[in-house]
């Protein structure tokens, strides 16, 4: 998952399919612009469910309730008054039922990010439950209607049909691997964490004009208590910090197309 920014001014620039041989002596060129491709297709997504999301949901909670000053405390983890009220489960695949506490917060964020930035987002019926999952339920109607808009725009740019399935013979692949999470505020009703995340995008199998490649992003997430849970409110997402890429030669697409079948997804926090 990519880039977003909150100015009127943002302009999404999708390439052309590029015809060049990947097996050929044009093959790292190949490479390289297919990689600037996935990562181009990536910022789409996010700046369009950004341009969904953050308004939708910020309109909802201006009139939220005053929060308290954070606690003066030596642990990281120092609960709040209705901490005890989370419990652990999960539902629609994503983690949920947080302490109302900064790693709780932490935890909360973090998971929903990966949740967020998975290939269900691109399938109606998983969407619409992962988004009643982690977003609060007063804009969850809204905000279905608005990501079935989005999403429905940018399926084909995937190479995915209108019900999100990949051509025949591959997997199309969208995960989000956390690297690191920072607080930045938080009280016992409102919190706001920074996400560093890696991510997957492309498609796999014979064919693919479009191969898996990774991005390197940072969510910033927001999140209110809300029913005695951590629930996502709004996000904004940057580009890095980036490693440097290059050290071990890319996988052909039968050996990542194995290990997409083979290592399923995880939520990273807890």
Same mark, same amino acid.
Request: net charge neutral.
């Given at each position: ?9 943002? *302009?999404?620039? $999708? @390439? ?9 002596? +044009?093959?790292?060129?190949?490479? !390289? ?6 990562? =181009?297709?990536? /910022? ?9 999301? &953050?308004?939708? $949901?910020?309109?909802?909670? +201006? ?40 790693? #709780? ?22 969407? +619409?439950? *992962? ?8 804009? &969850? !109607? ?21 019900? #999100? +399935? ?10 989000? =691997? ?21 991510? $997957?995008? #492309? @498609? !796999?199998?014979?064919?693919?004009? =479009? ?9 910033? /997430?927001? @999140?209110?208590?809300?029913? #005695? ?12 910090? !980036? ?12 050996? *990542?197309?194995?290990? /997409?079948?083979?290592?399923?997804? @995880?939520?990273?926090?807890?």
């Amino acid at each position: 998952m990519a880039l977003n920014r909150e100015d009127n001014d943002t *302009i999404v620039r $999708l @390439l052309e399919r590029d015809t060049a041989d990947f097996d050929g002596p +044009n093959r790292h060129l190949a490479h !390289t612009r297919n990689r600037r491709r996935v990562a =181009l297709l990536a /910022v789409a997504v996010l700046l369009l469910l950004a341009v969904v999301l &953050t308004p939708l $949901l910020r309109q909802h909670h +201006n009139h939220s309730s005053a929060v308290r000053p954070m606690p003066v405390a030596s642990a990281a983890t120092a609960a709040s008054p209705h901490a005890t009220q989370a419990r652990q489960r999960t539902v629609a695949g994503v983690p949920v039922g947080y302490l109302d506490t900064r790693a #709780g917060a932490e935890a909360a964020a973090a998971n929903y990010a990966v949740a967020y930035g998975s290939a269900a987002m691109f399938r109606t019926q998983q969407r +619409n439950a *992962i988004v009643d999952a982690i977003a609060d339920p007063n804009v &969850t !109607t809204a905000l279905r209607a608005q990501l079935d808009q989005t999403f429905s725009a940018v399926l084909a740019r995937f190479g995915l049909d209108a019900d #999100g +399935n990949p051509p025949k013979g591959q997997t199309f692949v969208d995960r989000t =691997l956390p690297a690191g999470v920072r607080l930045l505020s938080y009280t016992d009703t409102k919190a706001q964490v920074a996400v560093w995340t890696a991510g $997957l995008v #492309g @498609l !796999t199998g014979s064919g693919s004009t =479009l191969p898996v490649a990774e991005a390197w992003n940072t969510a910033t /997430v927001t @999140l209110h208590w809300v029913d #005695g849970d951590w629930k996502w409110v709004a996000f904004t997402q940057t580009d890095g910090p !980036t490693p440097i890429s290059g050290m071990q030669a890319p996988s052909n697409a039968d050996v *990542i197309a194995d290990a /997409v079948r083979g290592f399923e997804g @995880l939520p990273y926090a807890s």
